[in-house]
């Protein structure tokens, strides 16, 4: 996860993602990465319409868990900042000689680790910008 305080904690999956590990993941991460993020209990969680974030078992813990949650209309255009920070992430990492999965990992971390403040507020920052290319583009697919 990511806020415009910096990035969250990066968390590694084992297997394939459904909604299980997805809740396992939010109990283990999300009070965690607010809390090294400085805004425990002052931030609005935001995910995409994936169907294990929309599930049953994800919005009864999103209930509980985080009552500020931006729920995203169907068909919704992918204005999702942490986009651009995975294509940031996987630019540097690239960078890196690797050869195994244990080097990814020590890859991915180091440059995780390296993304600053500032690049993360500047994408919080551009929210109401691509709000406003949405709206202009009455929903049709926008630059971002």
Not at 39 to 68: G, M, T
Request: with cysteine; proline share 5%; glycine share 2%.
């Amino acid at each position: 996860c990511m806020a415009s305080s910096g990035v969250g904690n990066l968390h590694f999956l084992e297997s394939n993602m459904d909604k299980y590990v997805y809740c396992d993941i939010l109990k283990k991460n999300l009070k965690a990465s607010a809390t090294k993020l400085g805004i425990e209990n002052n931030f609005v969680f935001y995910q995409d319409n994936d169907p294990k974030h929309s599930s049953y078992l994800i919005r009864e813990w999103c209930l509980y868990n985080c009552p500020k949650t931006i729920k995203p209309p169907a068909q919704s255009p992918d204005i999702n900042v942490i986009e651009n920070l995975w294509n940031k992430l996987e630019k540097e990492v690239r960078k890196h000689e690797i050869s195994n999965k244990e080097d990814l990992k020590k890859a991915l971390k180091e440059e995780w680790e390296k993304i600053s403040p500032n690049y993360t507020k500047k994408l919080v920052e551009s929210m109401s910008n691509r709000l406003r290319e949405v709206i202009r583009n009455k929903g049709l697919p926008t630059r971002y």
